[in-house]
C-alpha cells in the first residue's frame, strides 16, 4: 500500500481542475448535518468515466479507499469518510450533463452528477414529468438518490427511485466499466443487475451515468392544505383521497402543527394557508390531464361531512401552490429546533402509522415523561421522518447516552414488530450500521456479505456503510 504513491497518481490523471486538496477538503469532510465527520487524502474530481475509471484503478491497486460523493446532502452520513483506512473522496460533480432526451422513449439519460433540478426543468421542456422530488432537489445529484434508493413525496403514485431507473453504467471496483445503459421496459435475459446498484450507497461500484423514466407531463395539478380533527382516522382521510382521486393523487403528507408553527417563525416568508389551528395537517395533491378541482370539491365536502377535517384551502395560484410546498420543505425538525436528535426514517404497513405514532408516544413517554416525537412524512408509502430530542444532557455523558440508546433500542423494536423498516428511503450509512442486523435473518445478511465480498474483494469501497461481513455476520449468530 502506498498512499503518497496513488495521490501522485491520481494528479497526474486528473490535472489541477480534477483536485482537492488541504483546507479546501472541509465541506467535503462533514456530512450536512455536521453529525459524522471523517478526513480523506484528497478530494478526485473526475469529468468522465473514463477518468473514474482511471482513479478506481489506481486506488484498488494501492489499495486506497473511495467514498462516492454526488450532493452530499445525505442524512445517514453515508458520503462521509470513516475509520481510519487512508481513503480519497471520488466526486461527481463535474459530471454533470444531461446526455440526451426522449419524450418518445419517455427517457433521459444524464451524468450521475447532474443536480435533481436540472432533470426537472429538462422534462419540462419536452412537455414530460421526471417523478424522484425531495427537499434537496436543488443541490441532490441523480447519482445520490441511486445510490440510496431515494423516495420522496411522488412515491405514492410513482415510487422509489428504483422505479425509475431503466439502466445504468457502473465503474466495478477494479476499474472495468460496466455497460448497462439500457432503455428497455422489458429485459427478461437473466438476472437484472442494475438493482444490485441501486440502493447500495456506492459500496458495490461507482455509478456515473443512468437512463431514467420520465412521465406524461399533467395538464393539471393542485394541492391542498387541511387541517386533520384526529390523527386517528387518518387512514380514513387517505382512503377516502384515494377513492376521490384514484390514480390521480400524487401525494398526501402529514405535517405535525408543532414545527408546521415553528417554521412559520423562523421563515417570514411562509404563509398561513388556513387560519385554523391543529395539531396535525395533511397536503394532498391531484393531478391529471383533466381539471381536479371538481375532484377536491367532492373530496373536501365528503371530509367536513364525515368530521375528518376542520378547515381546508385549495391552491388556486402558483404561489399558494408554491407556498404550501416550500412550507413541507421547511417542516423537518432537524432545520428549527437545537440538541441531540435521535432519528428513524422508519416505514411501516400504511394501515399501521396510526398505530405506530400512538405506541411510539407512548414508549418515548414510558422512559421519560417529557420526551418529544416528532413525526412527518409521506403517509401513502407509510415513510414517517421520526425524531426524539432528548433534553438535559449532552453527547459523552454516560447517563446521557445510556438514555439515547435506551430510546432507540425502543423505537427500533417497535417499527420491526410491525414489520417496518429503520431505513425507508435515506439508506443506511453510518446511521444505522450497527442496528441493521436487527432488522435482518442471517441467511439475508450472509446473502449481502457474498455480494459485497465478490464485487468488492479488498473492502476498498465506502468502507465502515452500509454492511461490512467482519461487523454484521458474527453479531447475527450470537
Known amino acids: ?42 478530494l478526485a474530481r473526475p469529468a ?17 479507499a ?4 454526488g450532493g452530499n446532502t445525505g442524512l445517514c452520513g453515508g458520503a462521509v469518510p470513516r475509520g481510519p483506512q487512508p481513503c480519497i473522496i471520488l ?26 433540478q436540472s432533470i426537472h426543468d429538462a422534462a419540462a421542456s419536452v412537455d414530460r414529468a421526471f417523478a424522484m422530488d425531495w427537499g434537496a432537489r436543488g443541490s441532490a445529484t441523480v447519482g445520490g438518490g441511486i445510490s440510496t434508493n431515494a423516495g420522496g413525496i411522488n412515491v405514492l403514485r410513482f415510487g422509489n427511485t428504483r422505479d425509475q431507473v431503466l439502466g445504468l453504467e457502473v465503474v466495478l471496483p477494479d476499474g472495468r466499466v460496466w455497460d448497462g445503459l439500457r432503455a428497455l421496459r422489458k429485459d427478461s435475459s437473466g438476472y437484472d443487475l442494475k438493482h444490485l446498484f441501486i440502493g447500495a450507497e456506492g459500496t458495490l461500484g461507482v455509478v456515473t451515468k443512468a437512463i431514467l423514466k420520465l412521465h406524461p407531463r399533467p395538464a393539471y395539478e393542485q394541492s391542498m392544505w387541511a387541517a386533520i380533527t384526529d390523527l386517528g382516522r387518518l387512514m380514513e382521510l387517505f382512503v377516502l383521497a384515494r ?17 408546521y408553527e415553528k417554521a412559520l417563525a423562523q421563515y417570514p416568508i411562509l404563509q398561513r394557508p388556513v387560519d385554523t389551528r391543529a395539531e396535525w395537517y395533511a397536503i394532498v395533491r391531484f393531478s391529471g390531464q383533466q381539471p381536479v378541482a371538481e375532484k377536491f370539491e367532492t373530496f373536501f365536502e365528503q371530509a ?6 376542520t378547515d381546508a384551502t385549495l391552491a388556486q395560484t402558483g404561489a399558494q401552490e408554491a407556498n404550501i410546498w416550500n412550507l413541507r420543505d421547511e417542516i423537518p425538525p432537524l432545520k428549527l429546533l437545537k440538541g441531540k436528535m435521535l432519528k428513524w426514517d422508519a416505514s411501516v404497513p400504511i394501515d399501521r402509522i396510526v398505530p405506530f405514532l400512538e405506541e411510539a408516544q407512548r414508549r418515548a413517554h414510558a422512559i421519560r415523561p417529557d420526551l418529544r416525537v416528532i413525526a412527518f412524512g409521506h403517509v401513502g408509502d407509510g415513510n414517517l421522518h421520526t425524531s426524539i430530542f432528548p433534553e438535559g444532557g449532552s453527547p459523552g455523558d454516560p447517563e446521557f447516552d445510556a438514555l439515547c440508546k435506551r430510546i432507540v433500542s425502543e423505537i427500533d423494536e417497535l417499527i420491526w414488530s410491525y414489520g417496518g423498516s429503520i431505513c425507508a428511503e435515506h439508506g443506511v450509512g453510518v446511521e444505522n450500521f450497527e442496528r441493521l442486523p436487527g432488522q435482518k435473518p442471517a441467511v439475508e445478511l450472509e446473502m ?22 467482519a461487523t454484521h455476520l458474527p453479531r447475527a449468530a450470537e
Not at 22 to 27: E, F, R, S, T
Not at 304 to 309: I, S
Open 243 to 259: 377513492s376521490v382521486a384514484s390514480e390521480g393523487l400524487t401525494a398526501f403528507e402529514l405535517v405535525p402543527g408543532y414545527t
Open 304 to 309: 367536513l361531512e364525515a368530521g375528518l377535517v
Open 448 to 469: 449481502m456479505a457474498r455480494l459485497r465480498t465478490l464485487f468488492d474483494p479488498q473492502g476498498l469501497f465506502n468502507p465502515g456503510k452500509v454492511f461490512d461481513p
Open 1 to 42: 500500500m502506498s498512499v503518497e504513491r496513488a495521490m501522485g497518481r491520481i494528479r497526474e490523471a486528473l490535472g489541477p481542475r480534477g483536485i482537492v486538496e488541504g483546507d479546501a477538503l472541509a465541506p467535503f469532510v462533514r456530512d450536512i448535518r455536521g453529525t459524522y465527520a471523517g478526513s480523506a487524502a484528497l
Open 48 to 64: 468522465s468515466t473514463e477518468e473514474v475509471s482511471a482513479v478506481v484503478r489506481i486506488c484498488a491497486e494501492d489499495g486506497v
Open 66 to 69: 473511495i467514498v462516492t460523493q
Open 91 to 116: 466526486s461527481l460533480a463535474r459530471m454533470n450533463r444531461i446526455l440526451s432526451v426522449d419524450p418518445e422513449r419517455y427517457t433521459i439519460t444524464a451524468e450521475a452528477g447532474c443536480i435533481l
